[in-house]
């Protein structure tokens, strides 16, 4: 993840990024969520889950947003390298999974069977529209889950809110904000009991940093 400025402004963007410094393109699918019959969005034309195909989470992007930006640093789930915070703010219909503010991190989580898992390979919360046209223009990454391609979708910029908790490291301030969301994302189904590997590796422009998840599936 990366910040143009200390807090989310009229002018700023927040970026959120699952990279790589090996990345060298695409596994699995990268589709568009303008492609006809393929998108499904909610009255704020915000893109739901469901236009994965997946389990039914709305306001997807400005619900991670919120998620990621409802903890001071300390115990931000962003800022966390090994997983030890990765429960933290986790609501009951999904498992979001987050990137880093640069460099490497190896999480190990423990999630329950059947919890729907979303994030984004990469993502954008912005006001300028030309900034998420160049920002997924360049973005390229993989996600895999057993070593196998998960398949990808791209969220071009829509209207997005959140909401934000003083000291955290997203919006750096507690307040409510509005933005264009845009970016990379993929949901998985819930998990069978058990160790299941997760790794997110991708780049945009210069940036670059890799996140691998260790989930321990509960019963």
């Not at 990279?19 to 499904?40: E, V």
């Not at 991190?105 to 423990?110: F, I, L, M, N, V």
């Amino acid at each position: 993840m990366t910040r143009r400025s200390p807090s989310v402004l009229a002018v700023a963007c927040t970026a959120a990024l699952l990279l790589s410094a090996t990345a060298c393109g695409t596994a699995g699918s990268i589709t568009s969520a303008r492609d006809s019959g393929k998108a499904s969005q909610n009255a704020s034309g915000t893109p739901t889950a469901s236009a994965f195909g997946g389990e039914e989470i709305p306001d997807l992007q400005g619900r991670w947003w919120t998620w990621a930006a409802s903890q001071p640093t300390a115990t931000n789930p962003v800022r966390d390298r090994t997983g030890v915070h990765c429960a933290v703010g986790q609501s009951d219909d999904v498992w979001f999974v987050a990137g880093t503010f640069g460099g490497v991190a190896k999480r190990a989580c423990t999630v329950p069977a059947g919890r729907p898992i979303a994030g984004p390979l990469l993502n954008l919360v912005c006001s300028d529209r030309e900034q998420c046209e160049e920002f997924i223009a360049a973005a390229e990454g993989e996600v895999t889950l057993d070593g196998a391609p998960v398949d990808i979708r791209k969220f071009e910029a829509q209207p997005i809110r959140y909401t934000g908790v003083a000291g955290n490291p997203v919006t750096q301030q507690r307040g409510r904000f509005t933005g264009l969301g845009c970016g990379l994302w993929f949901t998985l189904p819930g998990l069978q009991p058990g160790v299941h590997k997760l790794s997110i590796d991708g780049a945009s422009g210069g940036l670059e940093l890799s996140v691998e998840y260790t989930l321990t599936v509960t019963a």
